[in-house]
């Protein structure tokens, strides 16, 4: 049966600038991702992520990324960004995960061949809102663009499940109808240069998320 209501969610992830931010929300993303870990050029400061908050749109969610950041610093981020959500990339587990009063998103590493099972995904974070299944591999980060095959995403999860790794303008619309996601997170394949958003390409991006929609049935 199609469901015609059905809408997968957008995040545009690894911000730097507050024109990108407003762009987003334009365009209608979802939610819009800021970097406090390692020291790549998506990697922000408090005061910038703060500032560049002010430009974003109204009901459009806040994402903190996080990689074995120290409790200091992600409550530093707590306070002054205001995320909606934190998201952990790291070997953080769900005591320090939920220890900060906001809701979470755990990443899953999908590439080197080796992915955790739902139930022992369940067993490791039982408080989390959601997972993002991303293509990098275990014990490196996010945002490096590659790709994992869509169709090792899990069906029997419970939880809301973000597909990143690797999308971009040219290939989302084959994600969205291969694996189904709740939501789509993509921050390289947006970007004219690393840290650097392209707003043609955001458009597109968004676009073809909104196509596959139109073709995918949903039970």
Aim: proline residues 5%.
């Amino acid at each position: 049966m199609r469901r015609t209501l059905f809408r997968t969610r957008i995040k545009f992830c690894g911000m730097t600038r507050a024109g990108d931010v407003r762009l987003a929300s334009e365009l209608g993303a979802d939610a819009v991702g800021f970097v406090f870990a390692g020291d790549g050029p998506r990697r922000v400061h408090v005061q910038e992520a703060r500032m560049m908050r002010n430009a974003l749109a109204p009901l459009v969610d806040v994402v903190a990324l996080f990689m074995d950041n120290t409790v200091e610093e992600v409550r530093d981020v707590v306070r002054m960004v205001r995320p909606t959500l934190l998201q952990f990339h790291g070997s953080e587990d769900d005591a320090f995960c939920r220890g900060f009063g906001v809701p979470f998103l755990k990443a899953v590493a999908m590439g080197g061949g080796h992915a955790p099972t739902t139930s022992a995904l369940r067993r490791r974070y039982p408080t989390a809102a959601g997972f993002v299944f991303d293509g990098h591999a275990h014990g490196t980060p996010g945002g490096g663009g590659k790709t994992f095959d869509w169709t090792r995403l899990p069906h029997d999860m419970d939880k809301p499940m973000l597909l990143a790794g690797g999308l971009e303008p040219g290939n989302v619309f084959d994600a969205v109808t291969t694996a189904l996601p709740w939501g789509v997170d993509v921050s390289s394949g947006i970007e004219s240069a690393p840290g650097i958003k392209d707003g043609e390409r955001m458009r597109h991006f968004v676009e073809e998320v909104r196509r596959a929609d139109c073709h995918v049935e949903h039970a």
